[in-house]
T-cell receptor, first 115, second 112 residues
Framework: EPEVTQTPSHQVTQMGQEVILRCVPISNHLYFYWYRQILGQKVEFLVSFYNNEISEKSEIFDDQFSVERPDGSNFTLKIRSTKLEDSAMYFC?????????????FGNGTRLTVT | KQEVTQIPAALSVPEGENLVLNCSFTDSAIYNLQWFRQDPGKGLTSLLLIQSSQREQTSGRLNASLDKSSGRSTLYIAASQPGDSATYLCAVTPGNTGKLIFGQGTTLQVKP
């Protein structure tokens, strides 16, 4: 069964550094998402992306975050200047379409540790 | 603002028991509701999706129900097995954008 793949599985970075988290969504999916889960907290929506544009973003997704689909297969999340509170598990997801019948498929996540 | 709550936070049962996990949401204007399974250190696996017009969905030993008017969903697991041990997450889609709002999850342990 096709799946969403994320790399790396674990990233350690120093405060103030830039990180890029990478995702390969399922090939026929058109809608892409990033979520995060801080340890012990709920999974939170960050951003949705369709047709090379952000379609919705949360309050968390401020100017230090950006997303890009640099080619036909990858979907990336960049954090420009990491803070300690950015430490979390970041999940990429994709769906074939939106609407009431299209489930989201999630990757295994990238654990980001900011020291 | 939509809030999703799951009760109980943790549950431990002996193998073979039938069990029910509960999910409630504050705003009944949803497109769908999804139940996910999360294993430690892993991603989220979609178990069931109930569209807003549906009352329930079934997959194998899992049955999920939805009562939009009361803002509630239940996940019923029949004849539980140790392999069912995981965290179960409920999430609602408030609009037609694919954005999900999650509950905090119920961590299930099934003892052999």
């Amino acid at each position: 069964e096709p799946e969403v793949t994320q790399t790396p599985s674990h990233q350690v970075t120093q405060m103030g550094q830039e990180v890029i988290l990478r995702c390969v969504p399922i090939s026929n999916h058109l809608y892409f998402y990033w979520y995060r889960q801080i340890l012990g907290q709920k999974v939170e929506f960050l951003v949705s992306f369709y047709n090379n544009e952000i379609s919705e973003k949360s309050e968390i997704f401020d100017d230090q975050f950006s997303v890009e689909r640099p080619d036909g297969s990858n979907f990336t999340l960049k954090i420009r200047s990491t803070k300690l509170e950015d430490s979390a598990m970041y999940f990429c997801a994709s769906s074939e379409r939106t609407g009431d019948s299209s489930p989201l498929h999630f990757g295994n996540g990238t654990r980001l540790t900011v020291t | 603002k939509q809030e999703v709550t799951q009760i109980p936070a943790a549950l431990s049962v002996p193998e073979g028991e039938n069990l029910v996990l509960n999910c409630s949401f504050t705003d009944s204007a949803i497109y769908n509701l999804q139940w996910f399974r999360q294993d430690p250190g892993k991603g989220l696996t979609s178990l069931l999706l109930i569209q807003s017009s549906q009352r329930e969905q079934t997959s194998g030993r899992l049955n999920a129900s939805l009562d939009k008017s009361s803002g509630r969903s239940t996940l019923y697991i029949a004849a539980s097995q140790p392999g069912d041990s995981a965290t179960y997450l409920c999430a609602v889609t408030p609009g037609n954008t694919g954005k999900l709002i999650f509950g905090q999850g119920t961590t299930l342990q099934v003892k052999p």
